[in-house]
């Protein structure tokens, strides 16, 4: 008699429950899902939507968009080290549905589980390097050519994203925003890119992936 396959663990199964230190909640457009210098005591999981990570300089009086979250991402994961108070305010772009999950029930939850030990390993390595491409971009790269990079991005986020790419309106001063940039020199771009064949608008921006990529690498 054939044995049964193997059932494949599945890591992210964790974060479709609620239990005690666990709970799930929707989100609407704009909302926050917590402030900077708020406490952080707990990590938290984008089921579906998407959450932008901005920081903002009292003494500059500036923000900046340091990243944008698709679903099956982590944020929040500072508290699980020494990090007692947000660097970051985490905000829904357009509804969204998160886990939330007690720093001490993530760590007995890693003690336990090495195929969600890995998972997070895995997730914090692609986080640690999509940082470092970004640091560099902001450090190497004039402004048209990050907000290719961004947009690029974008258009990734469209082939994942479930809920279609009209959850995906980014306006200008958003773009502006994760550029490092004004909102006046991001719509010259976006001119420029939308006469080169780089975007077209169809109730929002659709990429044209190939062209974009040419242009970054000449």
Do not use: W
């Not at 974060?15 to 005591?41: C, H, L, M, N, W």
């Not at 986080?127 to 640091?135: G, I, M, P, V, Y």
């Amino acid at each position: 008699m054939a044995s049964k396959p193997k059932r494949v663990p599945n890591p992210t199964a964790f974060f479709q429950q609620t239990a005690a230190g666990i709970s799930i909640r929707t989100y609407r457009d704009k909302e926050v899902v917590y402030s900077q210098e708020s406490p952080a005591d707990a990590v938290f999981y984008l089921q579906n939507g998407m959450v932008k990570l901005t920081m903002t300089s009292k003494r500059r009086r500036k923000k900046a968009v340091i990243a944008i979250l698709q679903e099956g991402e982590l944020f929040g994961e500072g508290c699980l080290e020494s990090q007692t108070r947000r660097v970051s305010t985490a905000t829904s772009v357009g509804p969204s549905t998160i886990t939330r999950v007690e720093k001490a029930i993530f760590r007995r939850k890693m003690d336990r589980d090495l195929a969600f030990a890995g998972m997070f390993i895995k997730y914090l390595l692609s986080q640690s390097a999509r940082f470092k491409a970004d640091l560099g971009d902001h450090c190497l790269n004039f402004s048209e050519r990050r907000l290719a990079r961004v947009l690029l991005m974008h258009g990734s986020l469209v082939q994942k994203l479930k809920s279609g790419p009209t959850a995906l309106r980014f306006s200008q001063t958003m773009l502006a925003e994760m550029v490092g940039t004004t909102r006046s020199r991001v719509s010259h771009f976006m001119t420029e890119f939308r006469k080169q064949g780089y975007i077209r608008y169809n109730g929002s921006i659709e990429i044209d992936a190939k062209r974009l990529t040419t242009f970054l690498q000449g």
